[in-house]
């Protein structure tokens, strides 16, 4: 089933608080005859659970018309009676006082499952908020002979198939997200202020953090089955930073490195610090600092290319991505990759993805 991208609706893509599992197929089997308004020849019938919420058919597509009166963030979800869930869109309220909101957004019906359910959810985790749904399709990764600052360790290039489809963090890991987890803050910088990439932080520190966030969430109800919050795979990592690009770059080539300084911080201007996260360009798909600031941390460990999957393995050297503060601008590639010990840096943290758990 191909599983759509998030919406950007309001004036910031955001995500929302996931629907209970046990709830979602409660309500799955309690929708699950055809309604109405079933697309002509397929049997499939869009079904609001939320009195906020008006749909119509029009084509291949659902319109759906909402009002709502409040503050904070909303998302409308989108699922079937194959309980997968999807975000049909997101819907932003700013300022200091409730508003009402009025509008239409258009979501296409998709086309292997019989019922489609749209709910409306008050977004609530902060964390998860800055999250983004990646979905599973395919990529070459690693880098040809003749790429500009290629290290042997990227090749041989290889297709790799993302099966399952994640969601990753909009943003490298901060100050205040680690130190909310685990009441501490290990970074060299942590002066800069609680929007700048934690750094400091082991292998075993990033996947400790990802462990309590899966506990906090599973408790609260807020996780899909078989869903933890953990590193992403090296495979996972490439895959999102090219955002389907298969250049040296999610923006291009850049032979002669007159474009980088919009998008990750280096050696060559980054006045030998950090930087608040967010601040330089995202790729296509939205992320940013892919390049840049701190390395990140990946689950897999450091080893030549074989199929693309993950090898964690907490006894080895682990794979660490996207380069730093320090490094020269040939670093900033998305095929660039390096492994160490587990030990802490001051150009180190990692990103947080919301994905498939991994067997042992």
């Known amino acids: 089933m191909t599983i759509m991208r998030t919406a950007n609706v309001g004036p910031e893509k955001t995500h929302f608080k996931i629907l209970p599992v046990t709830l979602l197929v409660a309500l799955c089997q309690m929708f699950v005859s055809a309604g109405e308004n079933s697309l002509p020849g397929s049997g499939i019938s869009p079904i609001s659970t939320s009195p906020q919420l008006r749909l119509s058919l029009v084509g291949s597509e659902v319109v759906l018309d909402y009002q709502l009166t409040g503050s904070g963030t909303f998302s409308i979800l989108h699922f079937d009676d194959l309980a997968e869930i999807r975000t049909a869109g997101q819907l932003a309220f700013t300022g200091p006082s409730p508003k009402t909101k009025r509008g239409q957004m258009v979501a296409p019906m998709l086309g292997t499952a019989r019922t489609s359910f749209f709910v409306l959810r008050e977004n609530?985790?902060?964390?998860?908020?800055?999250?983004?749904?990646?979905?599973?399709?395919?990529?070459?990764?690693?880098?040809?002979?003749?790429?500009?600052?290629?290290?042997?360790?990227?090749?041989?290039?290889?297709?790799?198939?993302?099966?399952?489809?994640?969601?990753?963090?909009?943003?490298?890991?901060?100050?205040?997200?680690?130190?909310?987890?685990?009441?501490?803050?290990?970074?060299?910088?942590?002066?800069?202020?609680?929007?700048?990439?934690?750094?400091?932080?082991?292998?075993?520190?990033?996947?400790q953090y990802c462990s309590r966030?899966?506990?906090?969430?599973?408790?609260?109800?807020?996780?899909?089955?078989?869903?933890?919050?953990?590193?992403?795979?090296?495979?996972?990592?490439?895959?999102?930073?090219?955002?389907?690009?298969?250049?040296?770059?999610?923006?291009?080539?850049?032979?002669?490195?007159?474009?980088?300084?919009?998008?990750?911080?280096?050696?060559?201007?980054?006045?030998?610090?950090?930087?608040?996260?967010?601040?330089?360009?995202?790729?296509?798909?939205?992320?940013?600092?892919?390049?840049?600031?701190?390395?990140?941390?990946?689950?897999?460990?450091?080893?030549?290319?074989?199929?693309?999957?993950?090898?964690?393995?907490?006894?080895?050297?682990?794979?660490?991505?996207?380069?730093?503060?320090?490094?020269?601008?040939?670093?900033l590639r998305s095929a660039d990759r390096h492994g160490i010990a587990p030990e802490r840096c001051s150009f180190l943290g990692f990103r947080v993805a919301l994905a498939p758990a991994l067997a042992e």
Not at 148 to 173: C, M, N, Q
Not at 302 to 331: E, M
Request: aromatic share 14%.
């Open 124 to 207: 609530t985790n902060q964390i998860s908020s800055r999250m983004i749904w990646v979905s599973p399709g395919r990529f070459t990764m690693g880098s040809d002979t003749y790429e500009a600052g290629r290290e042997s360790d990227e090749g041989p290039p290889h297709e790799v198939t993302i099966e399952k489809g994640f969601w990753l963090g909009k943003y490298e890991a901060t100050h205040a997200e680690f130190e909310e987890i685990t009441g501490d803050n290990p970074s060299q910088f942590q002066s800069n202020g609680p929007e700048f990439p934690v750094e400091m932080v082991s292998w075993q520190d990033a996947v």
């Open 213 to 331: 966030l899966t506990e906090r969430e599973q408790q609260a109800g807020r996780l899909p089955a078989g869903y933890v919050y953990r590193l992403p795979t090296e495979a996972e990592w490439e895959y999102a930073c090219r955002a389907g690009t298969a250049t040296r770059r999610h923006f291009g080539d850049d032979p002669y490195d007159t474009e980088i300084s919009q998008y990750g911080w280096h050696g060559s201007i980054s006045d030998s610090t950090t930087h608040r996260v967010g601040l330089l360009r995202a790729n296509p798909w939205g992320f940013h600092d892919m390049y840049g600031n701190v390395f990140e941390w990946c689950l897999d460990i450091y080893a030549p290319y074989l199929d693309g999957a993950a090898k964690p393995n907490p006894k080895g050297a682990h794979v660490w991505r996207g380069g730093s503060w320090y490094c020269p601008v040939n670093v």
